[in-house]
């Protein structure tokens, strides 16, 4: 049994690690994460550029092209788009490369919402299909 001295240590020793983790130092006043939500909506408003490359730049030599898509997208505070590369393809086939390097380019050129954000990765799925030419985007959280 653990006495109650220890239990109440053990409590103050969380709660304590719990504030500080939640507690912005003058040092950490820059967001190392932008919403998910955010991420989404960008992606949604140019879902239509993927359907494009999809399409036209696969689907046109290739019907039989689809699967899982994974681009690496490097954002800066500014919202700018610093980098944008393939990190995982499931596309084979002729066709590949061109959806690729369409759907890189495409990307390149999307803005994110200015704010206190570093730099960062995002890591974005897109599930090209065949079925009617649709694109799902498989960002989840």
Known sequence: MISGILLHMLYTLALSLAIASHSPS??????????DDDVRLVALRHASEIQRCYET???????????VIEVEVTVAP???VEGANVSASALQ??????????????VKN?????????????????????E??????????
């Open 93 to 106: 086939g002729l066709g590949r490369e061109e959806v690729e390097a369409c759907i890189t380019t495409a």
């Open 26 to 35: 003058p040092a950490q006043r820059i967001d190392s994460l932008r919403p």
């Open 132 to 141: 009617r030419g649709s694109v799902i985007n498989t960002r989840s959280s």
């Open 57 to 67: 730049q696969g689907l046109r030599v290739n019907p039989g092209l689809g699967g």
């Open 110 to 130: 999307w803005r994110f919402e200015k704010g206190p954000y570093a730099t960062e990765t995002i890591v974005y799925p897109f599930k090209l299909v065949h």
């Open 78 to 80: 500014s919202g700018r």
